[in-house]
């Protein structure tokens, strides 16, 4: 019986064993053929890098830059990937996206199909940074058309569309993102252009809230001044969330049409709203909201304390209104916030 245990345990230790061997060497096989691969495409990009380099800066062909076969176009890829982050003029840029759509058009349009997830995610990001602006008909129907698209690719889909600002764009973001949360949303949002926004600026109401609050931060990021009838709009008729977004792309701006209209927020029972108030008052000063500032430099939130003590200190009076707070007030926390102020000198 003994013996018999003894020799499966030596069977199974010797088919481990042989197991393991192959495994391996199949490894060891496969990491120098990896190698291999490596060390050609490095030699393609070393060939190729000086004449593309001149073709994105001329815009001038030439034989020596013509990738045939898979090697030479993943060659070709990371030499654009590499170039795209630092190129600073048009004409290059379309120089860039005029190559790439020539000589990567056919190996993406296979990368799109393919049954592995990264390989579809890395074409989409490339096809966004290399603006080919020629496949974006086979990214709507490869991916946002695609039931089986993931997540992830759908939100590139839409970057994609966002960047190239196609006519698709807001159909498609209507069709998806319910499902996408609003940091995603705010960072398909960030390549509108304003157009593309004011279109969705016409049918803000008819969204969910977290596309709401992603459009106005947008807003807030452009900080231009034409939107600031469409904040206020928000601001006087909507609650809560959209309320104090609203208000904070109106503070990032620095203007609205009548600042006494915003006196109201010193008693607001938002501290967001009230810190919001003392940074619009920083920026568009009126000595009638003085007042309201001494008010909010004793308010029990310190974010506010500290924004309504920078704000006074901006103001012509502001070192003298804050030594009276100084010696009148009972609020230590307000007189800690006016002595903090006074000591860093006039904040702008």
Avoid at 3 to 22: A, C, K, N, R
Avoid at 247 to 261: E, F, P, T, W, Y
Avoid at 326 to 347: P, Q, W, Y
């Amino acid at each position: 019986m003994i013996i018999t245990e003894l020799s499966i345990l030596y069977v199974l230790l010797l088919f481990i064993i042989t197991f393991l061997s192959i495994l391996l060497v199949y490894l060891l096989i496969r990491k120098a053929r990896e190698n291999s691969v490596r060390k050609r495409i490095n030699m393609h990009k070393d060939k190729y890098r000086v004449p593309i380099f001149e073709y994105l800066s001329s815009g001038e062909t030439t034989r020596l830059i013509q990738p045939i076969g898979k090697e030479r176009k993943v060659a070709i890829e990371e030499l654009l990937k590499e170039y795209v982050s630092v190129l600073d003029s048009l004409e290059t840029r379309l120089n860039l996206s005029r190559y790439a759509e020539t000589h990567l058009m056919d190996l993406y349009l296979n990368n799109l199909k393919s049954i592995y997830w990264g390989k579809r995610m890395n074409t989409l990001f490339n096809i966004e940074n290399f603006h080919m602006t020629s496949l974006e008909e086979e990214v709507i129907e490869h991916i946002l058309n695609k039931q089986s698209a993931q997540k992830e690719e759908k939100i590139q889909g839409l970057c994609i569309l966002a960047h190239f600002q196609s006519n698709s764009f807001e159909s498609f973001l209507e069709q998806n993102y319910k499902d996408l949360s609003e940091f995603d949303l705010r960072n398909i949002l960030r390549r509108l252009n304003d157009i593309q926004l004011e279109d969705l600026i016409v049918d803000f109401d008819n969204y969910e809230q977290h596309l709401q609050c992603a459009i106005l931060d947008r807003i807030s990021l452009l900080a231009q001044v034409e939107f600031v009838p469409f904040l206020e709009s928000v601001f006087f008729n909507k609650e809560d969330e959209i309320r104090i977004r609203a208000l904070k792309a109106l503070s990032n701006i620095g203007h609205v049409q009548d600042i006494r209209q915003y006196f109201s927020l010193c008693q607001s029972t938002i501290w967001q709203e009230r810190m919001l108030l003392a940074k619009l008052l920083k920026i568009i000063q009126d000595e009638q909201a003085i007042p309201c500032l001494k008010k909010l430099l004793h308010d029990q939130s310190w974010w506010v304390r500290s924004q309504a003590g920078q704000t006074i200190a901006s103001y012509p009076s502001g070192n003298v209104i804050l030594n009276d707070i100084l010696i009148e007030s009972n609020d230590n926390f307000a007189k800690d916030m006016a002595r903090e102020c006074l000591d860093k000198g006039v904040l702008i």
